[in-house]
Structure formats: structure tokens, C-alpha cells
T-cell receptor, first 110, second 114 residues
């Protein structure tokens, strides 16, 4: 199993551009999550999904959108990128409680 | 509002030492508590998961304990090795309704020196 994979690993965006961060898991987990990690701030939940077709907001959803059309994929969309979205983004999945993380995407918005 | 605190923020020890990392939380009504490891530039790896009904979990040289009444968990690492150098994060599952929305501490950065 590859586990949780994320693409791209790194990305630089200009202010106002849009992009999609990809996340795929091959463990048939129903639960999937998007976090951002900022220095000194800890991990913050952006969005999560309890299954295909079902998504819900986390702590910091503004400026982001998600979709869950399949069990495997949970893309995170950034519209109109802002410098405040410079961060490391992690996708995770779980069957029940134990969460498995991808390697992360380091995003810089300038 | 649940808050999770990890002390110390950083720790440096010589190889072979036994050590304890601390995690405290303000609301004892938790569903579970998880300990993770994060290596620089990498994702997080789950180390131990303790359900609210459990007192401890063990995996190899790691032992995690949970005392809900005092709002504390400890991660004990026996016979530390340089490969244990990483940031250790604890996360609390706050309740049955939102039990998968974890509340995170800021982590303890551990350096084990040869």
C-alpha cells in the first residue's frame, strides 16, 4: 500500500492564483482530512469528510473548498490565493480513530 | 474550549537516557488521545492511540499513559536513540460527536545526542 499520497510536494503561487492540492489514499478509509501547519501554531483542521459525497468544515475553512467524489480522493482547492495561505498542508485518512498522514505540500504565496 | 499543552517545547538528552514527554488537556471529557511523531520536512506518523477507557498503551520502547481526571498524558521513551530525534505531538479527540476532530498540541522537539 502506498498509504496517503499528496501532490505536489512544493508549489509557489502568486497572489490571486488558484490551485488544487491532490490527496489520494489506498486504504479504503472512509474518513479524510485536510490540515495546515504553521510554525508555532500547531495543526489546524481545514475540512474533513466522513465518506464519498460528504464533507464538512473544520476550524479554518475560509479560502478553501473540497470535494469527495470517490473514497480514494479528497482534493483541496485554493481560490484566489493569499499570503496568509502560505503553509504546509497535510492530508490524512482514518478507518476509525488512528489517522494516517501524507508527506505534505509546502505552499508559498507571494 | 479544549486546549492541549505540551511541555517542554524542546528537549535535548544524551543517547541511552529514559525520558518522559508531557501532554496536558483542559477538558477531561475526551474520547481518545494520540501521540504522533514528525520528522523534519515529513508527515506525521501515529505512534500510540489510547482510548478514554484505557490507562496506557505500549509499543516497543514507547509507553503512553492517560489520566483523564488530571488531564494528563505522558509518553515514556526507554533507552533513547539518535533515531528518536523528532518532534512529538499529542492530539486529543474531544468527544463522541466530534471524536475525529482532533485538538493538537504544539509538540516537543526532541534531540537525542550520540
Amino acid at each position: 500500500n502506498a498509504g496517503v499520497t499528496q501532490t505536489p510536494k512544493f508549489r509557489i503561487l502568486k497572489i490571486g492564483q488558484s490551485m488544487t492540492l491532490q490527496c489520494t489514499q489506498d486504504m479504503n478509509h472512509n474518513y479524510m482530512y485536510w490540515y495546515r501547519q504553521d510554525p508555532g501554531m500547531g495543526l489546524k483542521l481545514i475540512y474533513y469528510s466522513v465518506g464519498a459525497g460528504i464533507t464538512d468544515k473544520g476550524e479554518v475553512p475560509n479560502g478553501y473548498n473540497v470535494s469527495r467524489s470517490t473514497t480514494e480522493d479528497f482534493p483541496l482547492r485554493l481560490e484566489l490565493a493569499a499570503p496568509s495561505q502560505t503553509s504546509v498542508y497535510f492530508c490524512a485518512s482514518s478507518y476509525v480513530d488512528e489517522q494516517y498522514f501524507g508527506p505534505g505540500t509546502r505552499l508559498t504565496v507571494t | 474550549k479544549q486546549e492541549v499543552t505540551q511541555i517542554p517545547a524542546a528537549l535535548s538528552v544524551p543517547e541511552g537516557e529514559n525520558l518522559v514527554l508531557n501532554c496536558s488537556f483542559t477538558d477531561s471529557a475526551i474520547y481518545n488521545l494520540q501521540w504522533f511523531r514528525q520528522d523534519p520536512g515529513k508527515g506525521l506518523t501515529s505512534l500510540l492511540l489510547i482510548q478514554s477507557s484505557q490507562r496506557e498503551q505500549t509499543s516497543g520502547r514507547l509507553n503512553a499513559s492517560l489520566d483523564k481526571s488530571s488531564g494528563r498524558s505522558t509518553l515514556y521513551i526507554a533507552a533513547s536513540q539518535p533515531g528518536d530525534s523528532a518532534t512529538y505531538l499529542c492530539a486529543v479527540g474531544p468527544g463522541a460527536g466530534n471524536n475525529r476532530k482532533l485538538i493538537w498540541g504544539l509538540g516537543t522537539s526532541l534531540a537525542v545526542n550520540p
